[in-house]
DNA sequence: TTGGTTAGTGTCAGATTGACACTAACTGCT
DNA sequence: AGCAGTTAGTGTCAATCTGACACTAACCAA
């Protein structure tokens, strides 16, 4: 009797709430069988085929959701024999949680149903299995690796000005940083280029635009950077 | 056909090389059956029963090596199709691996025979399966984790000098530290104790013994610390 | 032309870091 | 006893980094 394995995603957007705020939101779905039939939980399946987990996570993501992932990264693999809870021990499942990221416009046209709903991140229900520990650790992993590597570009678009930059850091970490500083520390870092051209059209000096440096490869991932 | 799910571990220790310098090394199995028969290759097998996967993990380190863990953490999962390479595409296989430290005094009395053997970390030969990458993976975990973690600890005694933890992260990270920085970030840190007891016994001044510091819980998990 | 608003620059004190020199405490030898 | 040898542990200082905050610049609208 071995275990069944499934691949799971957390994804995240920055999205408006229902109060119109701009925050860290994601998908979920409501499970439609037991266990733990009506409560919501990540989008998941089966791995099909010969893909590669990272495949399976990024169709799985599209599938069910519709969206396209702008970042996917391996989160953890959960495989505690009591993880679902509450039903009787039907059968053990290992799930390999992935995360992702989706861009703002993409976000916006994703489907919503009575089956495919958004949640702000930090105000979840209660979830299915052991979903809400594991969206616990994504949101851990993502502030944390906001502040060390490019992730931040998974929210934005290719071009960018300095302002959005830093809304997406500050949503992201939830307070507020110094514009001065702000942009100091991410000049220094050499991660983003000036392209020259500038955002018109506000009422107000336009600001400049800018793109990721993508001949910096930064080794945030260690050697799994080559991809796996 | 579902695929085949192993759990393999990465294990560390510090230990005296064939020139008699200590440095990292780390037991590996030689393979017994086709594919890669007769390749070195991490220690591993099936899950079984109801235990938790890291509980599989730390039973077949036991079982396949004599050692006991310090520290065990979950590294990575790899599930590419294409990772058994050279052999005719048998069945897929799905590695959960875990990567651990084992004290120098349990190291030492580790057994070795025919088809386990200890190699430098940095200088291995050509292993099974992708095996290769998943170590040089688990090295830039843990020379990454040594600098904001106490997983130094994982290979010391219960009570240590200075100068012996100085060395545990003078191998890990392969340069020399200054004696007095790294006095100042450790105390900074408050990660250790000292216990108001000294080594005795060597030829010069005696040094302090210290000991972490298990009151105060460190984050460098995040959400995972309550144990998975 | 002026006020409002956002973009972007400058400055400065306090904290952190890296390099290195010093003093302290022990043993063993003479 | 006292000195050489050796490792433990402390002190210092300049360079760099960081956080707080104030300033100037560029645009639109009235």
């Known amino acids: 009797m071995q275990p069944t394995l499934a691949v799971s995603t957390v994804i995240f957007a920055l999205r408006a709430d ?8 994601l998908p979920l779905v409501k499970r439609i069988r037991e ?40 989160l953890y693999s959960f495989g505690n024999p009591d993880r679902s809870t509450g039903q009787e021990i039907s059968e053990r499942v290992i799930s390999i949680v992935y995360w992702a990221l989706v861009g703002a416009t993409e976000a916006d046209r994703a489907f919503e149903s009575e089956n495919v709903h958004w949640f702000a991140a930090d105000c979840l229900p209660e979830l299915a299995f052991d979903h809400n520990q594991i969206v616990e650790y994504a949101l851990w992993r993502l502030r944390a690796k906001v502040n060390y590597s490019r992730v931040a570009h998974g929210f934005l678009g ?25 942009r100091r520390s991410v000049e220094a870092s050499g991660a983003i280029l000036a392209t020259g051209r500038v955002q018109a059209g506000g009422s107000h000096r336009p600001p400049a635009l800018y793109t990721y440096d993508k001949t910096r490869s930064l080794a945030d991932r260690g050697p799994l950077n080559k991809s796996n």
Chains 1, 2 share one sequence.
């Open 18 to 25: 229902k109060t119109g705020k701009k925050s860290l939101m």
């Open 35 to 74: 266990p733990h039939l009506g409560k919501w939980a990540l989008p998941g399946g089966p791995i099909v085929g010969v893909e590669s987990l990272e495949d399976a996570a990024g169709r799985n993501l599209r599938e069910t959701t519709g969206l396209e992932p702008r970042y996917l990264e391996q």
């Open 158 to 182: 290719e071009e960018f000005t300095m302002a959005e930059l830093r809304e997406v850091y500050e949503i992201v970490l939830g307070k507020p940083l110094d514009k001065g500083n702000f």
